[in-house]
């Protein structure tokens, strides 16, 4: 894979930003504020009201733009917000969008629940496979949304490919990004029109907000993306744009360790006894390997694996973690473990969640910042706790 780029450090601290014009503060001042005073009517110095923009979320903006290459990005209250936004602003009634069938749970139940039923429909396929992206397209499609790596399998999508089938049909593609963000993936740099990011994750780092942002190089497009979010008010606060401000200078250096770690944790799994499978685009084991090293300049902080025993040992170690937290979100610098089945894609039917492969005991690894000999401790202990557990079990049942 591609090394990672010493200047994304010094972007991420400095780029897009300048000092406030009244105490040069070395942060960027919070701008806590609902509305802006008119210096006379139809005059202001730039701003008015702080759903339609704001000092503090243009600077978040400024800064996630120069990581992704573009103009000033566009960032929102979560990040289904960003993705809910984005689809408002290029689909109507009539439209038919394309997406990964691995993608986050959300994003499926947006179509599903909510654009269904304006009448706007989606097709849901393996995007890891180019050819079913191009047998998706109707004349009716106007996007292709994709995911890569998919959550929670961590499968990939050749975005080159996709982008290739996207431009000579006419069509936006769009990279749900999240995972990886533009320090270790460049959706735009492959071809892609549109990147969507949940900066909640990695790019806040801390769990402190809820945040998502779209960058793209198309000003029409970004115009239309602003017109859309000030009228359904889903602009990001100051307050959150702040915070987040904060947590993306140390982006590149939390994403190195990220890495290292998952890395070391994902060799651990593997080998393991307990373990049934690793999805992890580090191994040689992980089928698509090679596609990661092409666009991806590291295989990310993300593991998902599965136990031999079943759905119910597996339950029974996420119960039994001490150090790891027990929770849905990742990139941050807990170690978060989570169950998919149950919390991120407990909406989908399970015959159709297990097609996708996302098994009943598929457990998701977001490596933190500890170290990891402390994080495979911990989770050492959790499957003896929970093969212990079983083993109580089976000789409760002999004895009745």
Same mark, same amino acid.
């Given at each position: 894979?591609?090394?990672?780029?010493?200047?994304?450090?010094?972007?991420?601290?400095?780029?897009?930003?300048?000092?406030?014009?009244?105490?040069?503060?070395?942060?960027?001042?919070?701008?806590?504020?609902?509305?802006?005073?008119?210096?006379?009517?139809?005059?202001?110095?730039?701003?008015?009201?702080?759903?339609?923009?704001?000092?503090?979320?243009?600077?978040?903006?400024?800064?996630?733009?120069?990581?992704?290459?573009?103009?000033?990005?566009?960032?929102?209250?979560?990040?289904?917000?960003?993705?809910?936004?984005?689809?408002?602003?290029?689909?109507?009634?009539?439209?038919?969008?394309?997406?990964?069938?691995?993608?986050?749970?959300?994003?499926?139940?947006?179509?599903?629940?909510?654009?269904?039923?304006?009448?706007?429909?989606?097709?849901?396929?393996?995007?890891?496979?180019?050819?079913?992206?191009?047998?998706?397209?109707?004349?009716?499609?106007?996007?292709?949304?994709?995911?890569?790596?998919?959550?929670?399998?961590?499968?990939?999508?050749?975005?080159?490919?996709?982008?290739?089938?996207?431009?000579?049909?006419?069509?936006?593609?769009?990279?749900?990004?999240?995972?990886?963000?533009?320090?270790?993936?460049?959706?735009?740099?492959?071809?892609?029109?549109?990147?969507?990011?949940?900066?909640?994750?990695?790019?806040?780092?801390?769990?402190?907000?809820?945040?998502?942002?779209?960058?793209?190089?198309?000003?029409?497009?970004?115009?239309?993306?602003?017109?859309?979010?000030?009228?359904?008010?889903?602009?990001?606060?100051?307050?959150?744009?702040?915070?987040?401000?904060? =947590? +993306?200078?140390?982006?590149?250096? #939390? $994403?190195?360790?990220?890495? /290292?770690?998952?890395?070391? &944790?994902?060799?651990? @799994? *593997?080998?393991?006894?307990?373990?049934?499978?690793?999805?992890?685009?580090?191994?040689?084991?992980?089928?698509?390997?090679?596609?990661?090293?092409?666009?991806?300049?590291?295989?990310?902080?993300?593991?998902?694996?599965?136990?031999?025993?079943?759905?119910?040992?597996?339950?029974?170690?996420?119960?039994?973690?001490?150090?790891?937290?027990?929770?849905?979100?990742?990139?941050?610098?807990?170690?978060?473990?989570?169950?998919?089945?149950?919390?991120?894609?407990?909406?989908?039917?399970?015959?159709?969640?297990?097609?996708? =492969? +996302?098994?009943?005991?598929?457990? #998701? $690894?977001?490596?933190?910042? /500890?170290?990891?000999?402390? &994080?495979?401790?911990? @989770? *050492?202990?959790?499957?003896?706790?929970?093969?212990?557990?079983?083993?109580?079990?089976?000789?409760?049942?002999?004895?009745?």
């Amino acid at each position: 894979m591609s090394t990672y780029d010493p200047q994304d450090s010094t972007v991420a601290i400095h780029g897009g930003r300048s000092l406030d014009c009244h105490a040069s503060s070395i942060l960027f001042p919070l701008y806590q504020t609902s509305t802006f005073v008119h210096d006379a009517v139809g005059v202001d110095k730039g701003f008015s009201y702080s759903r339609v923009s704001n000092p503090t979320v243009d600077a978040l903006e400024k800064v996630i733009g120069t990581l992704e290459g573009t103009p000033p990005a566009v960032c929102f209250r979560t990040g289904m917000a960003a993705i809910t936004t984005l689809l408002l602003s290029v689909l109507k009634s009539g439209d038919h969008a394309v997406l990964s069938d691995v993608v986050y749970g959300g994003t499926m139940r947006l179509f599903r629940e909510v654009l269904d039923d304006l009448g706007i429909t989606a097709s849901f396929v393996d995007t890891s496979d180019a050819t079913n992206v191009e047998a998706a397209i109707t004349p009716a499609t106007r996007i292709l949304f994709i995911e890569t790596p998919g959550n929670p399998t961590l499968k990939l999508t050749d975005i080159e490919a996709v982008a290739r089938i996207a431009k000579r049909h006419s069509i936006l593609l769009a990279v749900d990004n999240t995972f990886l963000t533009p320090i270790l993936q460049k959706p735009l740099e492959l071809g892609a029109d549109i990147s969507v990011l949940s900066t909640t994750k990695y790019i806040d780092g801390h769990n402190a907000t809820v945040g998502g942002s779209i960058a793209t190089h198309d000003d029409k497009l970004l115009e239309r993306i602003r017109l859309v979010r000030k009228t359904i008010g889903t602009t990001q606060a100051p307050f959150e744009a702040w915070l987040t401000l904060q =947590g +993306i200078k140390t982006l590149p250096a #939390r $994403l190195r360790l990220h890495c /290292e770690g998952a890395a070391v &944790i994902a060799r651990w @799994l *593997e080998n393991h006894p307990d373990v049934e499978r690793v999805y992890y685009p580090g191994l040689d084991s992980f089928p698509q390997k090679a596609l990661a090293e092409k666009q991806q300049r590291a295989p990310g902080g993300i593991i998902a694996f599965e136990l031999k025993a079943g759905v119910e040992t597996a339950v029974r170690a996420l119960n039994s973690v001490k150090l790891c937290s027990r929770a849905e979100s990742l990139g941050g610098l807990e170690t978060l473990i989570t169950h998919p089945p149950s919390t991120t894609h407990a909406d989908l039917d399970p015959k159709l969640r297990r097609g996708l =492969g +996302i098994s009943d005991g598929l457990i #998701r $690894l977001s490596v933190g910042l /500890e170290a990891p000999e402390d &994080i495979i401790a911990d @989770l *050492e202990q959790a499957f003896a706790a929970a093969a212990s557990s079983n083993a109580s079990e089976e000789v409760t049942h002999e004895i009745r």
